[in-house]
């Protein structure tokens, strides 16, 4: 079945280390995304692609860090210079990031960082 | 002011009743609309996109109002299972495609 797939589901690291989150999709889609959720709050976006080797800042991208070297696979790494790194990521996809589609999300990384 | 807007809630209702909600959005450029269901430390889940005609599925109906700039979301006959946070999402073109999140409406669906 395609669909989107986020690891590790839960992960703790301590204050001041990098840490990297996976985000792999089969559904051939051309558009992916970072979002985070903070408890009682909606989801913010850090960072999206819209095709291999390039992406864009979102609202909230300081302190993150993306690539996109291969179609199906977009890896956020949270530095150390993230004040807040604690939060639930979401990584989403849509066929096409030009377009109006809905997007589809991955199971989401809980990260906690002490 | 933010651009989506929800009522929070918690909307407590008992099974079989029906309830529905509201979501405001701000930008008359806006040009797709969806519903997204999350459940408690999951993912949102696409529930169904909204049509200025009105849709439904099954017991969910999506009304969209261009003039008053709402989205509503009727769920009739009401589960357990529909306990969860329903989100309502924008897309409006502003410079290229952007997705706007509400912060969702908390349901709580009791025996």
């Known amino acids: 079945d395609g669909g989107i797939t986020q690891s590790p589901k839960y992960l703790f690291r301590k204050e001041g280390q990098n840490v990297t989150l996976s985000c792999e999709q089969n559904?051939?889609?051309?558009?992916m995304y970072w979002y985070r959720q903070d408890p009682g709050q909606g989801l913010r976006l850090i960072y999206y692609?819209?095709?291999?080797?390039?992406?864009q800042k979102g609202d909230i991208a300081e302190g993150y860090s993306v690539s996109r070297e291969k179609k199906e696979s977009f890896p956020l790494t949270v530095t150390s210079a993230q004040k807040n790194p604690t939060a639930f990521y979401l990584c989403?996809?849509?066929?096409?990031?030009?377009?109006?589609?809905?997007?589809?999300f991955g199971n989401g990384t809980r990260l906690t960082v002490t | 002011r933010k651009e989506v807007e929800q009522d929070p809630g918690p909307f407590n209702v008992p099974e079989g009743a029906t309830v529905a909600f509201n979501c405001t959005y701000s930008?008359?450029?806006?040009?797709?609309f969806f519903w997204y269901r999350q459940d408690c430390r999951k993912e949102p889940k696409l529930l169904m996109s909204?049509?200025?005609s009105g849709n439904e599925d099954g017991r969910f109906t999506a009304q969209l109002n261009r003039a008053s700039q709402y989205i509503s979301l009727l769920i009739r006959d009401s589960k357990l299972s529909d306990s969860a946070t329903y989100l309502c999402?924008?897309?409006?073109?502003?410079?290229?495609?952007?997705?706007?999140f509400g912060a969702g409406t908390r349901l709580f669906v009791k025996a």
């Open positions: 989403a996809s849509s066929s096409q990031q030009g377009d109006n589609s809905p997007l589809h």
């Open positions: 559904l051939n889609h051309d558009a």
């Open positions: 692609s819209q095709i291999v080797n390039d992406f």
């Open positions: 930008n008359s450029a806006s040009q797709s």
């Open positions: 909204v049509y200025s």
């Open positions: 999402v924008v897309i409006l073109y502003r410079g290229g495609f952007k997705t706007i």
